[in-house]
Each structure stands twice: as C-alpha cells, then as structure tokens.
C-alpha cells in the first residue's frame, strides 16, 4: 500500500520536468511578461474551460464509485463558473470556443479515465488546482498588461484570494489521507503527466514556439 501521506509528494516528484516544460511555453511566458495578446488569453481560458468542464462532469459522476474523491470536488473548487464569468468580461461566447485537437485529445482521455479509473482522476485534479498557485502574479501581470479592471477577466487566475494557501494545504491533506495502492499512484501519476502534456501541446497552439517575441 502506499503511504498515505506521500501521494501528493510523489506528484510533485514524478512530473517536476512536465511541470517546468509547460510553464516554459511561449504563451506561459508570454503571460508572465505581461505581452500576450487579449485574443490569445481568451482563447486560452476557452480551452481551460473546455477541459474543466469535462474534469468536472467525470469527477461528478466518479464520487460514488469513489467517494474518496468526494471531499475534493467541491463546489468551492469548481472553475467553470469563474471561467465562463471570465470569458463573459472578455466579451467572448463559451459557444463560440472552438475546441483544439489536443484539447479534444484530452477531453477524450479524461472521459476514459473516468469510465475505466476513477480515482486517477486525482491526476489532472491535481494539475489544474495546482496551476492556482501561481496565478495570484499573474493575474497582476495579466491586470496591467490588458487593462482588465476591477478583476474582470481574472477570476479563474486567482480564484482564491488571501485564501490560496490556506486552500492548498487543505487540498494536500486531503488529498494524502486517500489510500491508495501502488497500481492507483501510478495511474495518478500518468494521468497528472498527460495533463502537463496537453496543456503544452494547447499552449503551442494559441501561441507556437516560432511566434516572433514581444517585449513587454
């Protein structure tokens, strides 16, 4: 059995590389240099939401074969209310979104997860919560660089406010109380690996690695 307080160690351990490799795309460091483009933002948020959206229909309907996961999911953690509030101050329709083939590549597995893994679910969970980490700089970043006022646009950067340490180490310990055997941390942990990859492989195309650089 693994232990019951290393899962989230061992995450942050065995997709350290994936981790950097997705924070080190042009439009990750684009945003953070406050020099990506409005339009290249809102079609970024478009896909996040194409992807929580099926994160959080298959963790809804995972929570009774695993109710483990039930304490995680929760309403407080949902990001497709901030996103489409997001979308709605850009201006942009959640229909009119198109969905990208990695992005559609992604759904498709999360959907496969869901039905075949549930509790491998605690992968991407993990990724995409994780991501709230940094966002408080950048949506300061992201603020000044698109005029966006009074956190228009910018809720699902910093869903949490004052409260995203207190909400991380809640999720940690929550988190690390599910047991989970030797054969469960590995499908986590492949499926956390896939989440980084798409979201690169998303990245990349909003914004491809030959985008001549803006300075901020």
Known sequence: MESRSSIMGHLRDTTRELHKEAESRPLQRSMARGTLPRGAYAMYLGQLRHLHAAIEEALDAAVSS???LRDLHTDERRRVPDLDRDLAALGVEVSSVPVLPPTERFIARVRQIGTENPIALLGPFYVMEGSTNGGK??????????????????????PY????????ASLKQIADDIPVDAQQSEAVTEAAKR??????????????????????
């Open 66 to 68: 695993e109710p483990a």
């Open 137 to 158: 700089f950048l949506a300061r970043v992201l603020q000044r660089s698109l005029g966006l006022e009074n956190g228009d646009g910018l809720a699902y950067m910093d």
């Open 161 to 168: 406010g004052d409260a995203q340490p207190r909400m991380w």
């Open 195 to 216: 989440t980084f990859e798409a979201i690169a492989e998303i990245s990349d195309v909003i914004l491809p690695p030959d985008t001549p650089a803006v300075e901020g």
